[in-house]
Structure formats: C-alpha cells, structure tokens
C-alpha cells in the first residue's frame, strides 16, 4: 500500500524530454488529479462561445488550488536538502502561505510565513478568517510586515529570518512568493501534460488562466509551446502589469534554455485592466460579479484571484462576441479555475450576500403538507405497516424500515406542491407522548 503522502522519480513529460536536466528529480504526490473539467455557464450567455473550467480548485480540500501543483515539485526538494522548516511569505490572505504550511505539517515540517498587513504592529488585526483561521488551527508562525516589494523588502526579510532560524539549529528552507521559481515551474509543465491526457487540443481553442506571480502561466505557457498544440494561452493580470510577468515568465524561458527559440510575448497572451482598485482589493461590481457567477455556474471564485480573472475573460468575450474582434482565437475556451477558496471566506463578500434566497418554513410547511397516514410499527407484528402496503415505501426496504422503527410512529405526507410522498417519525417519551420536532406539528395534530 502506498501511504500519502509519497515522493516518486520525476519523469519528464515525453513533450519535454530535451528538459530533462533542468526538471527537478523527485516529486511528492499531494494533488488529487486529474481534476475535472466541466462546462462553465456565464451570468449571461455569450453568443457564439463555448465555455468550460478546469477544476483545479478540486486538487484537495485544505489543500486546493494551484500551489499545490507546484509544491509538490518545492517541498520534494526541501525533503531532500533535508529542510526542517519552511519560510515563505505572501499577502495576509495567501492561499499559497495557507497550502505550504498545512502541506508542510503533513511532512512533519514547521513554517514561518511573512504576511504583509496594513497594520503590521496590532497582531489582532489579522482576524480569524478564511486563511488566517487555517493558519491558527495549524499552528504557523505568521510574522506580520508592512506592505512592501518582493525583491527588495520580503526577500531580504525572509533571508535575515532564515539565518536566526540556522543559528537556533533549524534547517530552514526558503520559498519564493507564490512558488514561482524554476522547481514550482514544473507543477503546470505536468499540468498541461494532464490536459493533453485530457485531449485539451482536440475541444478547445483558448486556454485563460490568473497571473498573480507568474508560475502557474508559465507552466502552461511552456508546456504547450513544447507540446507544439495550436490552443492559445491567455493570462489575466490581478497585480503587476503584462511588462513585469513577461519579464518573469522569460527568466524561467531563459533557465530551461529556450531563450534563443522562443519568448513569453509569442506563447503567452497577458490581459491587463481587470485588476481593478489593486492586488486584494474589490469593488463592489466585482463582488457582484462573483456571486452572480457562483450563483449561474455553481462554481465559487475568489476575490483576489480568480473572481477577477473570470470577470475579465467574460468581458473580453462579450466584447469579441459583439465586435468579432479580440484576444481569442476561436470559440472553445478552457478557464483553469486556480482555487483560492478560502479567501473568500475573509468576510469582505459578506455586505453584499444578502438574504433575498432565505425562507421561513415554519408557516410554509403547514400549508404545504397533507398528511395522508400514520401508521405504528411494533414489534410483535413485523411485517407490512399499511402505509408500506399502499406503495409508499418500495418492498425492498420494508423489512429493513420496519426492524428500524420498530415501536415508532411511522407519519407520512404529501408535499402540496410536487404530490409526492415523504415520511418522517417520532419517538415515544416514558409516558408514550409522542416526540415530533417542531416542524412536524401538522402531522402531529393530524394523528388519527
Ligand atoms: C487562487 C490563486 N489563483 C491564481 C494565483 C496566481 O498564480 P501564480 O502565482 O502562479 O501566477 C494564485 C497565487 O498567486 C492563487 O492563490
């Protein structure tokens, strides 16, 4: 039995071969993948188009979305520098923060994260939510700092905090923002091999993704320049701007040696305009946006991430739907839904949800409901209750129903507005007072 989680030899995607001695060799199994890919309806239709989501908010529970991907390139490698504890940063809700140190813990490894906070000096200010909440419950050391630059602020910080951990005997490894350095890479270079296993070339057009620090983009961008597929690869900008991704995404070109046959501006397609007031922060219309989405498709989005993403990629479609002119190159297009979930419960959504879909039943149920028998099932008479008899259980289960209810009240009713049947049941008190829940006082009254 393979226990989880589990480090393998990396193999190369076949697409990727002449890669070979830039990929990493190991990687630990964590994702739950394949994930799924699925239609994704828009809050309107838009003419002409096709859409679908792939599901890689579904590669875990705790540990969903994207980073997980990479990290399970990252933390094969800090197992093998033999690294006892990980340092990272990101903003106060980072989801990749929140994956590396659950991921970690999994691995027996402790982490520090750096979370930049606009007031980094009242530890109560980071609240209890969404990420944060997963962070207390596992125990990370979340040291809070200003808003600041990766480069030249959290980098150094994260080395200066590296070095105190050394010298108090740690093993510290440190990770870049977001897992985009060349190892993290490699989790969407084996993405896209997933997608080809999924037959992405042979449906799709369009392939539209989040940038936030450039990993996940570049992965695809690579995998399917290598690949040689026709698809088109598109990345919605929620920070930064397409000049400063390019520049990432063709250092990680330059590290796998492609330098001199390819360049981010012709495999990778950067939209800006759709991060809005700035990183992590919303606007109304965008968190509108994600609930009528999530209310349309069944799929929740993030506001940090992905709610902006999809807002974009809609907006462009309509415009291209209404203009015939635009990023996409034909009409079958693939978002790759990059997780985040747990952002979105950071209580910032909230204002806005309003309880227009909340109904009293207590009122409704009594009108609703016709009870039509009630019938004791006892132990000295096991078999057929009446109402069993009369079609409203199916046979098979009426000698199972009858062993568990034996002694109980069996009540039965129609709903008025579908005519179909339904049962509920109450137990006795000492005194063989019936014992109903609350909504069930109609079928109470009515007992014969
Ligand atoms: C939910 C989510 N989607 C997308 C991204 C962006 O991915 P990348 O940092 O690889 O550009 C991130 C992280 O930054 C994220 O947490």
């Not at 809070?144 to 200066?160: R, W």
């Not at 799929?299 to 991430?305: H, I, L, N, S």
Request: aromatic residues 8%; neutral net charge.
């Amino acid at each position: 039995m393979n226990i989880h989680p589990r480090v393998l030899e990396y193999e190369v995607p076949e697409f990727a071969s002449r890669l070979k001695d830039k990929a990493p060799p190991t990687k630990l199994v964590l994702a739950m993948v394949p994930t799924p890919i699925q239609r994704f309806r828009m809050p309107e239709e838009i003419d002409g188009f096709e859409i679908f989501v792939k599901r890689d908010d579904m590669t875990g529970s705790t540990l969903s979305g994207n980073k997980i991907r990479k990290l399970e390139f990252i933390l094969a490698d800090a197992l093998e520098k033999k690294a006892d504890t990980i340092v990272t940063c990101g903003g106060i809700q980072s989801n990749f923060c929140r994956i590396t140190a659950l991921a970690a813990k999994e691995l027996n490894m402790q982490t520090h994260v750096l979370l930049r906070s606009p007031t980094p000096s009242d530890k109560r200010s980071v609240g209890n939510q969404g990420n944060v909440f997963l962070h207390k419950l596992n125990g990370t050391t979340m040291h809070l700092v200003k808003k600041q630059a990766y480069l030249t602020g959290l980098l150094p910080k994260m080395e200066i905090l590296s070095d105190q951990l050394s010298s108090q005997g740690l093993s510290p490894y440190l990770i870049a923002i977001g897992g985009s350095d060349t190892v993290g890479l490699w989790g969407y270079i084996e993405c896209w091999k997933e997608m080809l296993e999924q037959n992405v070339p042979g449906f799709i057009t369009d392939v539209v993704v989040t940038i936030g620090s450039g990993g996940t983009a570049a992965g695809l961008a690579i995998g399917n320049y290598l690949s040689g597929s026709k698809v088109k690869m598109h990345a919605i900008s929620v920070c930064d701007n397409a000049q400063i991704f390019h520049e990432h995404v063709n250092e990680m070109i330059e590290f796998l040696g492609l330098s001199n046959e390819t360049k981010s501006e012709d495999i990778l397609n950067i939209i800006d305009g759709y991060k809005g007031r700035g990183y992590a922060l919303n606007t109304k219309e965008e968190l509108d946006f994600i609930k009528a989405a999530s209310g349309t498709s069944g799929v929740p989005t993030d506001p940090v991430y992905t709610g902006k993403a999809v807002r974009g990629m809609f907006v462009e479609l309509q415009n291209q739907s209404r203009t015939g002119q635009g990023h996409f190159s034909g009409n079958k297009i693939l978002f790759v839904h990059t997780g985040g979930i747990f952002g979105l419960y950071d209580g910032q959504i909230e204002p806005i949800l309003g309880d227009s879909t909340v109904r009293d039943l207590t009122n409704g149920a009594k009108k609703a409901f016709r009870v039509v028998a009630v019938a004791e099932i006892e132990v000295a008479r096991p078999g057929m209750p009446d109402l069993f008899e009369r079609g409203l259980c199916t046979s098979s289960r009426i000698a199972e129903y009858t062993n568990l209810f034996k002694g109980e009240l069996i009540v039965v009713w129609f709903n008025a507005s579908n005519n179909l049947p339904s049962w509920t049941y109450g137990l006795r008190d000492s005194r063989r007072k019936l014992l109903l829940p609350a909504s069930s006082t109609v079928a109470y009254t009515a007992k014969p």
